[in-house]
């Protein structure tokens, strides 16, 4: 429909967007966080100061400076600083440039200077109460101070940062402070501090954070940095720490209060059992856009859960209205017409009466529109034309029906083939792309299998009177098999389980219908394999063949591994 945004809602969709661009950048999508960013600043005045402005000039300058370009990343932070205290001196955004203008001059050796700017970023920072960047500071304070040779302060600075993101949930930030806590124990400029095995337990925590979170490109640099430190300490021999060196205790990362809760408002908000901080972060950013009147477009393979976006979409928005669904796969083309937007008595054999499509049956609520890209050319376009002047015309009738139904598409189909008309008309697409969300597979949400395993064992056990529950091996099946029916596949399967479960209750790989589930077309499997060996063999290549290691890259056991390894046929 014809927007008409509201001031607020505008802004809304600004911070969606820019929220948006955060995750990109952690992920190491510079190029996507940079389009979105162009995209946010072209629809706002030259000059702008308010809130959205500054922020997208701040992060831009932040994809640079995730990428080690300090001198492009300071040119974006100098040239919102005037602008940023001129709107609030002492506000979030300019303790937030402080820090991250420090980073840059660090990165330029300009480390005294570093030095002076992260002091006056503490001292904000407290003002403000903002122990996130409070922390953040201290990485880059400890990182200027060791460059200096002060590496007593610095030690001290790594223990403040510690000490903060004990307390807080910031695993993106404390990833990066056992990478670069690693870095300095591993320097041989670290003097009494240079510890090896200890760095090298550093580094290992570093990749559990970035692979927790999906952060693929710091997680590529915590493990260049650990297969370098590797070959040093196997070409160097052993390392003996000095006696003078203090090893903090390890802590791998954990699920927070704060995840926790997250994950109770997804469940109560959504019904998605997740604690995946991409499928959280992703949920967060649907609440903002919720509250808009965009259409929002969902994409993902079946079973990820795509109807549940929709129904949460449609709670968060406050509408009154309905929400109706309906699969356009599931309809004969004939009749999907009339389905949608209704039909007048005599238009065809058998309208023996007025209909009312669903466009109207959801005014002033949600039309779930699930595999969208199974409708006709001619019905995409009568589509395109109700998202657009926000009218229907039922068939055979000669008059125009205002609807403020609010639009929810979603499909399996690529993302790239539709945005080039490949099976679906472009202008659609873009229309419907205002926000656009990718589900991910379940096999790239990690410790969700078991979660969801968990809850399903609780619903089928309750429904059926059983109190089946999964031997170790049971549950290491269940976690190493891909899921191409996603989530709908590892429901049906765990059923099946409790169903069949003996009197026992002990459920065993055996008891596993992993074979049976899903029907997955062989072509998809094959697909699925063929990814699956190539992540297997990078994970060797990283580990210089080592089969432990590769299975400590990969996150699963060397048992597992070496399973996979026979059934793919890998030497």
Known sequence: MEQGQSSGHLVNLQYAHLLRTVIQTHAGSFDGSLYDLKAVQSELEPGDSSRPALLATEYMGDVFLEQGRGDQALEQYEEVWPRALALVPRGDIVAELRRRMAECHHLAGKHAKAVEWCEGSLEHTRELGDRYEEAATYRVLAMAQAALGQHELARKAFDQGFTLYDEIETPYEWGKLWLAYGDWLAADSSGPYRNLSAAHEAYRVAIDHFEGMGAEYRLTQARARLEALDARVKNDGEEIASPRAKVRPVRRPRHSAETLRKAQWALETFGIVTRNRTMLDML???????????????????????????????????????????????????????????????????????KPGLFEVADGGTIFLDEIGEMSPDLQAKLLRVLELGVVRRIGGTEDIRVRSRVVAATNRDRTAMQNGQGFRSDLYYRLAHAVYELPGLRARGDDVELLVEHFLAIFNREHGKSAS??????????????????????????????????????????????????????????????????????????????????????????????????????
């Not at 856009?289 to 129904?311: F, H, R, W, Y």
């Not at 979409?313 to 937007?341: D, T, Y």
């Not at 997955?520 to 063929?530: K, T």
């Open 284 to 354: 967060g950013e649907l609440e903002a856009v919720a509250k808009s009147d965009l259409p929002v477009m969902v994409l993902g393979e079946s079973g990820t859960g795509k109807e549940l976006i929709a129904q949460g979409v449609h709670k968060l928005s406050g509408r009154v209205g309905r929400m109706v669904a309906l699969n356009c796969s599931a309809i004969p083309a004939s009749m999907l017409e009339s389905e949608i937007f209704g039909h007048v008595k005599g238009s065809f054999t058998n309208a023996i009466a007025d």
């Open 470 to 571: 999964l031997t170790p091996s049971a549950r290491e099946r269940l976690r190493e098999y891909p899921w191409p029916g996603n989530i709908r596949q590892l429901r049906a399967v765990v059923e099946k389980m409790v169903v069949a479960a003996g009197p026992d209750g002990k459920l065993t790989p055996r008891d596993v219908p992993l074979e049976d589930a899903g029907k997955v077309p062989s072509g998809m499997m094959a697909e699925l394999d063929a990814e699956e060996a190539r992540r297997i063999r990078k994970a060797l290549s990283d580990a210089n063949g080592i089969k432990t290691a590769a299975a400590e890259i990969l996150g699963i056991s060397r048992t597992t591994l070496l399973g996979k390894m026979k059934r793919l046929g890998i030497e």
